[in-house]
């Protein structure tokens, strides 16, 4: 007897469905099982937003949800770089570095051209864009020549005295 395969094979989501599991609980089910790597693991990290001191943040790092207030603990090894002339990090959508003079500045991260994520680079003392390389100055203004066209928002820092907490609002 010929079987036809288009008519005798089940296709995986009606075998799923036949066995009374929605996709979220079959899901649920393989990230709790041995495999937990293939849901635990993402190539690009969440950006912080609103958090509490136990990642190192506190306050609004999200200019699309009110006005930019936060605080960073910088013994925190998420922002201990920011102690180090050179280090950058990203937090909510707003890039904080140490640039050169041991000076922490925070701009608006988003390249004002095609969205990319601007960069702190040491050596010449700007925010480079990862996509089309445009370059802004530490106060967040464009440079010369550059595909962006529009400044980003620089941010005000306040960095406590003792040098382990930095404030950073509009």
Known sequence: ???????????????????????????????LGTTMTACSKSSD????TTSTNSTGLTGNADSSKGPVDFTLDLTHADFKSLKTVGGYANVGDIVVANSKGNNIVAIGRICTHQGGNLEYQLADDVFRCNIHQSLYGTDGKVKPNQEATKDVKQYKTILSADGNKLQVKA
């Open 1 to 31: 007897m010929k079987t036809n395969p288009a008519i005798d094979q089940m296709k995986r989501g009606e075998f799923l469905r036949s066995l009374g599991l929605s996709s979220a609980a079959l899901m649920s089910f393989y990230c």
């Open 45 to 48: 990290p969440a950006p912080a």
